[in-house]
Structure formats: C-alpha cells, structure tokens
C-alpha cells in the first residue's frame, strides 16, 4: 500500500491540541461493556469542544457477542437506545460498521456505511481543519477506510483508546487484540495518530457505583440509567473500582491540562503482540498520563445537569 507521505512535521502541527471546536466522528464498540456509554454521553454534553457529526458503531466478540457482526449489531443498538434516553435525533447520525474484523479478511478491507461515510466526511473537510476521529474500539472500520481512501490520511487525526503503554511488557489490550491486523494498518500508514493506552494510563480513570450513587442518583434517567449499568457489570461491589478506559479517549480533546504526552516513533506491533521500537517509525503522539480528578469531575457535572427525561425513581429506563 502506497499512504500519502506526511512529514513528520505536518503531523506535529496536526497533533497539537486543538484550539478551537473540532469536528468529531465517534467509532465505539458500545455494547461491549460499560465505559463507551459514559464516553459517548461525555462527548454529547460538550458541544462546546465538540461538534459530533456522525458515531459508527465497531465490531467486538466476547462472552456479550456470538461473533464481530453481532458485537457490532449490538453496540448499534445501543447507541440508539442511548441517543435516545437524550432525545438526540439519530437520522444521518449513527452507521453500522464492519461485520468481520480485518485479521478474518487477510487484511482486505471491510466496507461499511460506517467506513462509506467516514471517507465522505473526511474528503469533504476543508484542507486546514482535520475531522477528528475518535476510536475507543477495534479500530476496523478506520483501517478499512484508511485502505478504501488511503488519501484520507492528509484529512484525518486518529484519537485511538489502543494497546497498553509502550513501556508495558505486552501490549494484548481488548481493542488491539480482536484486530491486530487492523492496527497495524493505521499505525503503517502513518495517519496522525494519538495513542490512548491502556494499561498505565487510562487504567487510572476508576469509579465506583458508591461514588456515582453519592454524586449522581437521583439526578435524571439518564445517571441513574448509568449507574444501574455499572451495578450490573459486577455481581460485587465491595472494593471494586471499574476503570472507564473510553473516556480517557473522549477528555483529551476536551481539555489540554488535562493529559500529557510524548513525541515517540511509531513502534512495531509483533505476532505475539508486544510494541517493538522502531527508529525509522514515523512520529506520533502517546498520552502518558492523565488527569483523573478533573476529568472526573467534569463530566460528573455534565451528567448531573442534563436536562433530559423525567428523575426515573426505582424504574427508570434502562441503557
């Protein structure tokens, strides 16, 4: 495959935090487990920062899906079900993505009205302002564009909630893993990229369902929705913290005191999954550390003052 040839300085420039709103596409796995609902609702209630234009959803297989396409069925619904707890129109909003992961096609793309629509938006954008796509899941449906459209690559900046830290041992994260063919394309094509690790990093951002119960019951539908999703997640909660990894990925273009990051060369990702340096890998950048407290805080405040259906009681609708 023959990218485009960005300059390590053209990426630099495009990876510096944006100073004014950007225009966003979301690629989320939402059904997989709990943290890519409270990212997604984040970003909807920052529309000062945030213009989100379109959310696709991506494909997952685990104990909550049979296979890739009914993950990201799944994660589909969901994302309907949630706009919708916040009368949020989905019309020309929301895409299903791939139904296979790349790694299952020898690396071929996966077309999609998801991957459709992300080479639409990223073409249609003004050379000087990037469209901001923001993956908190297997990142198929960027790579499938990426090949589809590898001219994208001048058009577009990668936030992706991938792998764990580059120091790490390993880098077999949930995301990476289900389609490390998929992340090998975008980290070889040398689209700006900012890495959101895992371990060591967004492992950090954990609640817990007494701290939401303390700061949000009873506020609207839609926090008591979320935090009956997170009860649900574990059968205990007695000294269980859950880390919502995604919305480390959705806060670092929200606000830049927020994270903190390092200018490293794109490593290598090997068969059996670890990140091996590479000198000659083009730049990117990889968030080291963030802000646990005040993003915390934050979107706690966002969600508390949504105005949005009726307080839901002991009933409530369910996510």
């Not at 790579?143 to 120091?167: C, D, M, N, Q, R």
């Not at 880098?171 to 060591?200: H, M, Q, Y």
């Not at 290598?268 to 083009?282: E, F, I, N, V």
Request: net charge negative; with cysteine.
């Amino acid at each position: 495959m023959q990218w485009p040839a960005l300059t390590d300085e053209q990426r630099r420039k495009r990876l510096q935090f944006p100073a004014n709103r950007v225009d966003m596409v979301l690629d989320t796995d939402t059904r997989n487990e709990v943290d890519d609902q409270f990212a997604l609702t984040y970003l909807l209630l920052c529309p000062e920062r945030v213009n989100l234009q379109a959310i696709y959803a991506a494909p997952f297989q685990n104990e909550r899906s049979v296979d890739a396409r009914d993950g990201m069925e799944q994660s589909y619904d969901e994302i309907l079900r949630l706009l919708g707890m916040m009368h949020r129109p989905t019309d020309g909003l929301v895409y299903k993505g791939a139904g296979r992961f790349l790694q299952e096609t020898g690396s071929r793309p996966v077309d999609s009205p998801a991957v459709r629509d992300l080479i639409a938006r990223a073409m249609a954008g003004p050379e000087d302002k990037p469209l901001y796509v923001v993956a908190i899941g297997a990142i198929t449906n960027v790579a499938s564009a990426l090949l589809l459209a590898p001219e994208i690559v001048s058009k577009i900046v990668v936030v992706w909630l991938g792998g764990h830290a580059l120091y790490w041992p390993h880098t077999r994260e949930f995301n990476l893993r289900e389609d490390p063919a998929a992340a090998r394309i975008v980290l070889e094509s040398g689209v700006p990229l900012w890495l959101v690790p895992c371990l060591g990093v967004t492992s950090h951002l954990i609640t817990t369902v007494h701290e939401l119960r303390a700061i949000l019951g009873g506020k609207n539908a839609l926090c008591d929705a979320l935090i009956r999703l997170l009860e649900a997640y574990s059968p205990t909660h007695a000294g269980y913290g859950k880390a919502l990894w995604d919305v480390g990925a959705a806060a670092l273009l929200i606000e830049e005191t927020w994270s903190r990051s390092t200018w490293e060369r794109c490593p290598r990702l090997t068969d059996d999954l670890c990140w091996q340096p590479d000198a000659s890998g083009h730049g990117m950048r990889v968030v080291q550390w963030q802000n646990r407290n005040a993003i915390f805080t934050d979107m706690f405040a966002r969600l508390g003052s949504f105005q949005g259906p009726a307080l839901s009681g002991s009933g409530g609708v369910d996510l």
